[in-house]
């Protein structure tokens, strides 16, 4: 498999620059992170308050996410992540994943920690089952069901 690179941007509206900060250090450690301040409206992939976008070079895109989604500084973002959402009440959440050709994007609605998390940990089960149909894929999390879904065509 080839080498995968990653560079991250995260864009953020509504959220305390302090909270930010805090999860934008943990993938500091690993990446070069680019800030980017969407407005609310403005982030192709609807509504969040936090969006984070993932660029992944090399490899096909389902295993290069998969294997970031295993990896110990993804851990380390969720985790961190989860505790904002829930603690500060920073509901709305959009992660992108992307390569020259595809891009994932999943979307996500909740204020408690343990379905930010189980959504997150979720995220790589989805994909093992899945092929990419389309360049663009978008899923969100249907708490009631406790599973990703995905949307055939993405409302705007």
Known sequence: MAT??????IAT???NKEDYL????VLN???NVKEKQYARWSVESGDPAF???FTLLGGPLIDSVVNFLLSKI???FTKKLAEKMSKKNYPHLALSFHNQNNSLIFELTSTDEQTILKSLDAMKDILKQNTLRNDKEYFFYNK???FWEMLINKPT
């Open 29 to 31: 450690a690993e990446f």
């Open 22 to 25: 805090e999860i934008e250090s």
């Open 74 to 76: 993804f851990e380390k």
């Open 144 to 146: 009631d069901k406790a």
């Open 51 to 53: 969006f984070a976008s």
């Open 4 to 9: 995968i690179n990653f560079s991250v941007e």
């Open 13 to 15: 509206e509504y959220w």
